[in-house]
C-alpha cells in the first residue's frame, strides 16, 4: 500500500485531491538584479496550480542608499518591485509552508536574509516554526559558486526551527534539465544578468513537491 493510501485511509487519487487541506504558501526572496524575484514568480505559479493559497514576499533591503543608487540594474529593480509587500513573522506564523529564493553570497544567504531570520526566536520559542514545510532556492554567477553550500546553509537554519524540509531531490526529469541540483532549484546568471539554465520547470516542480508535503503534514495534524 502506498504512502498516500495508508494516509487516506485507501480512497483513489481523485478522492484524495478532494479531501487534501487548502496549504498556504509563503514565497520568501531576496534579489538584486530579478533573477529570484523570477524564480519565485515561478513558484507563485507552480503552488497555485498545486491549489495553495500564496503570498510572494520580499525579505527587507538592509544596504545603504548609496550602494543602490550606484548600481542601475538594482535601483531599476528595486524600484519595479516597490509594491511587493515585505514579509514579517506574521507571515512566517501564517504560512504552513515556506519557500526561500535568494543569491548566494560566498556560498552562504545574503545578510538581508540572515537578519531577517535572526528575529524568527520568538516564533521559535513558542514553537510556532515547527513542522514548517520548507524549501529553498538561489542563483549564482557561475555553476561551482557556492549554489548547494547557500541551499545547505540555509537548511541549518531550517533544522533549529524543527522545520521539515522538502527538498525536489530526483523526483522529476525537469531537474537534471534544469542542472541537477537535489537541494533545490538553482540558476547560475551571466554577466548580462540572464539566466543559463532553463530552470522555469524544475522551479514549478519544486514548488509543487512543497505544497504536496505540506497536504501530507497538515492532513496528519487535523
Known sequence: MSFLSKLFGGQSIEETEKIMPKVKLAVVY?????TNYQLSKWAEEGAVEAGAEVKVLKVPETA????????EGWKAHIEATKDVPEVTL???EWADAIIFSVPTRFGNMPSQLKQFLDTTGGLWFNGKL???VVSAMTSAQNPHGGQEATILSLYTSMHHWGAIIASPGYTDPVIFGAGGN???TSVTVDQDGKMVEDVEAAVKHQA???VTVAQWVKKANQ
Request: no cysteine; net charge positive.
Open 208 to 210: 509543487k513537491r512543497t
Open 130 to 132: 515547527a513542522n514548517k
Open 90 to 92: 506574521n507571515d512566517l
Open 30 to 34: 531576496y534579489s538584486t538584479g530579478g
Open 182 to 184: 537535489p537541494y533545490g
Open 64 to 71: 545603504p542608499q548609496s550602494a543602490i543608487d550606484g548600481n
